[in-house]
């Protein structure tokens, strides 16, 4: 089993950046590939990001592509989502999943471990 536990939330103006954190529990964190999921009230969650438990390969949903990115530190057991040029409608729980199937990564099935999420809050 992984334990998740983000960070990093928070409230920003728009157009400023935040950087979230993941870090997990265990010694096989490299096992792991390793997702980033939002849910914003009255929403389903959507897929914001992931990365391979190699690091080399990296998704990102269309939310996340050209302004967020996801990366990994396998030595410090953490997993980061920089969110850039951050928008209200970014306003959701982040929430951090961890899982070892190849395929399905930019869905919820993907995964079979989820953090408690971290809320973050874009004002305009």
């Known amino acids: 089993q992984v334990q998740l536990v983000e960070s990093g939330g928070g409230l920003v103006q728009a157009g400023g950046s935040l950087r979230l954190s993941c870090a997990a529990s265990?010694?096989?964190?490299?096992?792991?590939?390793m997702g980033w999921f939002r849910q914003a009230p009255g929403k389903e969650r959507e897929f914001v990001a992931a990365?391979?438990?190699?690091?080399?390969?990296?998704y990102y949903g269309d939310s996340g592509k050209n302004r967020f990115t996801i990366s990994r530190d396998n030595a410090r057991n953490t997993v980061y989502l920089q969110m850039n040029s951050l928008k209200p409608e970014d306003t959701a729980v982040y929430y951090c999943a961890a899982g070892t199937n190849l395929f399905g990564l930019s869905t919820s099935r993907g995964y079979a471990y989820w953090g408690q999420g971290t809320q973050v809050t874009v004002s305009s």
């Open positions: 265990g010694r096989t964190f490299s096992s792991y590939n």
């Open positions: 990365i391979r438990r190699s690091g080399k390969d990296t």
